[in-house]
């Protein structure tokens, strides 16, 4: 009887396909792999530029429109383009034992949840300790608001101009010394906040990069030696890369990056822009070895698109929509609550969008 389910179970595994469907069109899939390098870039790079450089500046609204459609993408994607085709490849009937018995999708997605969960906590709580050893100065770059941190300049020098005149000082009730020393010590508390603000912002978009890139190397695997399907995917593809280069990159754009990283935005950019095309050159380099219905392939497939969709299902539902909605400040006061459903019809147009294009890719 076992040996009789042991061979039952070689048979089946032995469904699992050794080959891939590339079918030629190598000319078109080398072109595929400039067209996405483009739209990749497009969607990433525009933001950062439009933030930096006047000649393609836009208005605010248009910032605002971005970044909440970008975020729906970004939740989407993690939900209809990671999780599902994770699951499907997780639960192929090639696939035998513990694969059959278990939606190893959803929990591998589940650890990698609790995963970026605690990096995220240890991060914070070590960035509470470091972000006071940051430089007044340094915190002030982060901030990204010019009036603020002249104002506290200015403010500051006055305290010290006040301290350096000994007859202000010596004046009946006056006690300047120790004005001055509780003033300097809510600023620096405050350039620390700041500081610590801005790191935490740059955690996040690390994380959302890390998750995205991910992905994009399997979808350009896959482009690389599809087969009939290969016209329908390409196309997919180019408005799938566009949308979540703008989710990724309207969130690098709102950070307020110092001097000393003014690069930094724009290699993030570069990054996610030839992730899927350096993908689909090693797909077509290894077209005749590699085979994405494999037992392998699809395991490796399978983890790796549960992995990542845990990544962006947790930034886009903790860092994106709650972060944003509840505990910002930019919705408060007048108008807020109009303001705030116009970007939720804005997040949830983008998250529509792209589960649309999950019919097709």
Same mark, same amino acid.
């Not at 020098?157 to 003033?183: I, N």
């Not at 947790?314 to 400040?329: C, D, K, P, Q, R």
């Given at each position: 009887?076992?040996?009789?389910?042991?061979?039952?179970?070689l048979?089946k595994?032995?469904?699992?396909?050794?080959?891939?469907?590339?079918?030629?069109?190598e000319?078109?899939?080398v072109?595929?792999?400039?067209?996405?390098?483009?739209?990749?870039?497009l969607?990433?790079?525009?933001?950062i530029?439009?933030?930096?450089?006047?000649?393609?500046?836009?208005?605010?609204?248009?910032?605002?429109v971005?970044?909440?459609?970008?975020?729906?993408?970004?939740?989407?994607?993690?939900?209809?383009?990671?999780?599902?085709?994770?699951?499907e490849?997780?639960?192929?009937?090639?696939?035998?034992?513990?694969?059959?018995?278990?939606?190893?999708?959803f929990g591998?997605?589940?650890?990698?949840?609790?995963?970026?969960?605690?990096?995220?906590?240890?991060?914070?709580?070590?960035?509470?300790?470091?972000?006071?050893a940051?430089?007044?100065?340094?915190?002030?770059?982060? !901030?990204?608001?010019? /009036?603020?941190?002249?104002?506290?300049?200015? #403010?500051? +020098?006055?305290?010290?101009?006040? =301290? *350096?005149?000994?007859?202000?000082?010596?004046?009946?009730?006056?006690?300047?010394?120790?004005?001055?020393?509780?003033?300097?010590?809510?600023?620096?508390?405050?350039?620390?906040?700041?500081?610590?603000?801005?790191?935490?912002?740059?955690?996040?978009?690390?994380?959302?990069?890390?998750?995205?890139?991910?992905?994009?190397?399997?979808?350009?695997?896959?482009?690389?030696?599809s087969?009939?399907?290969?016209?329908?995917?390409?196309?997919?593809?180019?408005?799938?890369?566009?949308?979540?280069?703008?989710?990724?990159?309207?969130?690098?754009?709102?950070?307020?990056?110092?001097?000393?990283?003014?690069?930094?935005?724009?290699?993030l950019?570069?990054g996610?822009?030839? !992730?899927t095309?350096? /993908?689909?050159?090693?797909?077509?380099g290894v #077209?005749? +070895?590699?085979?994405?219905n494999? =037992? *392998?392939?699809?395991?490796?497939?399978?983890?790796?698109?549960?992995?990542?969709?845990?990544?962006?299902?947790?930034?886009?539902?903790?860092?994106?929509?709650?972060?944003?909605?509840?505990?910002?400040?930019?919705?408060?006061?007048?108008?807020?609550?109009?303001?705030?459903?116009?970007?939720?019809?804005?997040?949830?147009?983008?998250?529509?969008?792209?589960?649309?294009?999950?019919?097709?890719?």
């Amino acid at each position: 009887m076992l040996a009789a389910e042991a061979y039952a179970g070689l048979a089946k595994r032995e469904q699992c396909s050794t080959s891939n469907e590339f079918d030629g069109r190598e000319g078109l899939r080398v072109g595929a792999l400039f067209v996405i390098m483009a739209s990749s870039a497009l969607g990433a790079f525009f933001p950062i530029m439009a933030s930096n450089y006047s000649a393609v500046s836009l208005p605010d609204w248009c910032f605002f429109v971005a970044k909440f459609f970008g975020s729906g993408v970004i939740i989407a994607t993690g939900f209809v383009h990671l999780l599902q085709p994770a699951n499907e490849a997780l639960t192929d009937p090639c696939l035998t034992g513990t694969f059959q018995d278990y939606p190893w999708a959803f929990g591998i997605c589940l650890m990698s949840l609790y995963a970026i969960f605690l990096v995220e906590i240890v991060t914070h709580h070590m960035l509470s300790r470091v972000a006071p050893a940051y430089s007044a100065t340094e915190a002030r770059a982060h !901030s990204g608001s010019d /009036a603020t941190c002249m104002d506290d300049e200015l #403010r500051l +020098s006055e305290l010290q101009d006040l =301290r *350096s005149k000994p007859q202000e000082m010596s004046k009946p009730g006056s006690d300047g010394d120790a004005v001055y020393q509780e003033a300097h010590r809510v600023l620096s508390a405050s350039s620390s906040t700041v500081t610590e603000g801005f790191l935490s912002q740059v955690v996040t978009v690390f994380i959302l990069e890390f998750g995205v890139i991910f992905h994009s190397v399997f979808i350009g695997l896959s482009l690389a030696v599809s087969g009939s399907e290969f016209i329908t995917l390409f196309i997919v593809l180019i408005f799938h890369q566009m949308f979540e280069g703008l989710g990724l990159g309207t969130r690098i754009a709102e950070i307020s990056w110092p001097a000393n990283k003014r690069y930094t935005p724009w290699i993030l950019a570069l990054g996610f822009s030839i !992730s899927t095309p350096i /993908a689909i050159a090693i797909g077509l380099g290894v #077209r005749h +070895s590699l085979s994405t219905n494999s =037992r *392998s392939g699809l395991i490796a497939n399978g983890c790796f698109d549960a992995i990542s969709s845990g990544i962006l299902i947790y930034t886009g539902l903790v860092e994106l929509m709650a972060h944003e909605f509840i505990f910002s400040s930019q919705f408060k006061g007048p108008g807020g609550l109009k303001k705030m459903l116009f970007a939720f019809t804005m997040m949830c147009a983008g998250s529509g969008l792209m589960a649309l294009l999950g019919r097709w890719a």
